[in-house]
């Protein structure tokens, strides 16, 4: 059953944009209504597109519905991808309706190129129905243009575009704004709505957290040389199971040359302390998302482990990251940065000096 609908002003398709089961691609193609359910906005900004910059089927006859072919939809999605990136909408068109002569019949663009499935009647008039959930956008507020381009991405699905995004603000902003300024207010966004919405936007916030971790990931291996000193341990406590600030951890100490080593999601404490043991690291950092998973006698455990030999024992210190930590229950040496910004650069600290 389809109940993504549109918001108060994100109405649903008009008389003469009618969603009803689609003939043949080639032939006929889809109205107004399945495109912009397809793509991710409201039939209103596909119209709007259409009146004010000339972003319309370019076959149309008098007297019939609206009808986007291949090459049509192509041009729309290649303006979703422009604005989402922050491009002002005229600048945007006028790039994407130059593109159009370039989309054959073989074009393989993505989702938006695909015939969906006919949509029963009753479904089509639950798309068409108001919700409590309102608009299919993400409310990110008041962001940078590349977080509010991420969230847009996320709900259309579109892989390739989310990549991009989080590519180019990783390279240019740096890990750490990166996920403060983009990745996490998109994410955060995603859970209210999923929250608010129920089943209706896991899809969104997985493919989201799938693309944000494997960026991450991809940014914390993609340097080879590091510092010549002892790497810092990355672990989550036995029941936690949220690891992208773990993540964003480590590529941020990738970015700065410092060693790390990561263990992630729901360490048994026995695990995270042989491999204090085995490894010696100038610190430890692990993570709780929730204050069910706080486990404050690991952090005692681990801060008073120590090893080598007689004379000269060494120990870690110990960051507590994250919401789940109750500061005044913290061991003394324990530190419980406020940020994950703080915490990169006490970690870094740490190990350097």
Same mark, same amino acid.
């Given at each position: 059953m389809v109940t993504t609908t549109p918001g108060r002003d994100d109405a649903g398709p008009s008389d003469g944009d009618s969603v009803g089961a689609p003939g043949p691609a080639d032939d006929v193609g889809l109205?107004?209504?399945? !495109?912009?359910?397809?793509?991710?906005? &409201?039939?209103?900004?596909?119209? +709007?597109?259409?009146?004010?910059y000339g972003i319309g089927p370019a076959n149309r006859e008098a007297g019939h519905h609206r009808r986007w072919a291949r090459q049509d939809i192509a041009v729309l999605e290649a303006m979703c991808r422009l604005t989402a990136r922050g491009v002002p909408p005229?600048?945007?068109?006028?790039?994407?309706?130059a593109g159009r002569g370039s989309v054959t019949e073989n074009h393989t663009a993505g989702p938006a190129l695909r015939r969906p499935d006919p949509l029963p009647r009753d479904e089509v008039q639950a798309v068409r129905r108001p919700t409590a959930g309102g608009s299919r956008a993400l409310g990110v507020g008041t962001v940078r243009p590349e977080c509010r381009g991420l969230a847009r991405a996320a709900v259309r699905l579109d892989a390739p575009q989310i990549v991009a995004i989080l590519r180019e603000a990783v390279a240019t902003l740096g890990v750490i704004d990166a996920w403060t300024e983009v990745m996490m207010p998109a994410l955060r966004a995603?859970?209210?709505?999923?929250?608010?919405?129920?089943?209706?936007y896991v899809e969104v916030e997985h493919l989201l &957290?799938?693309? !944000? &971790?494997?960026?991450?990931?991809?940014?914390?291996?993609?340097?080879?040389?590091?510092?010549? !000193? +002892?790497p810092v341990l990355l672990a989550a406590t036995p029941t936690e199971l949220h690891t992208l600030p773990l993540e964003a951890t480590s590529a941020a100490l990738a970015e700065r040359g410092v060693p790390f080593r990561m263990l992630g999601a729901a360490v048994p404490p026995r695990a995270l302390l042989d491999a204090v043991q085995r490894?010696?690291?100038?610190?430890?950092?692990?993570? &709780?998302?929730?204050r069910r998973s706080a486990e404050h006698e690991l952090v005692r455990r681990v801060s008073a482990s120590v090893w080598g030999p007689r004379g000269s024992r060494g120990g870690a210190v110990v960051v507590a990251a994250g919401p789940g930590w109750a500061r005044s229950r913290l061991p003394i040496g324990a530190v419980c940065p406020r940020t994950l910004a703080d915490a990169v650069d006490f970690l870094e600290q740490t190990v350097t000096n």
């Open positions: 109205p107004t209504g399945a !495109v912009a359910q397809q793509l991710g906005v &409201s039939p209103t900004t596909v119209r +709007s597109w259409e009146r004010r005229g600048e945007a068109a006028r790039a994407a309706l995603a859970g209210r709505k999923w929250a608010a919405d129920g089943e209706q &957290s799938w693309h !944000v &971790s494997t960026v991450l990931r991809g940014a914390a291996v993609a340097t080879a040389a590091t510092r010549p !000193v +002892s490894l010696g690291p100038a610190a430890v950092m692990i993570w &709780s998302q929730d």
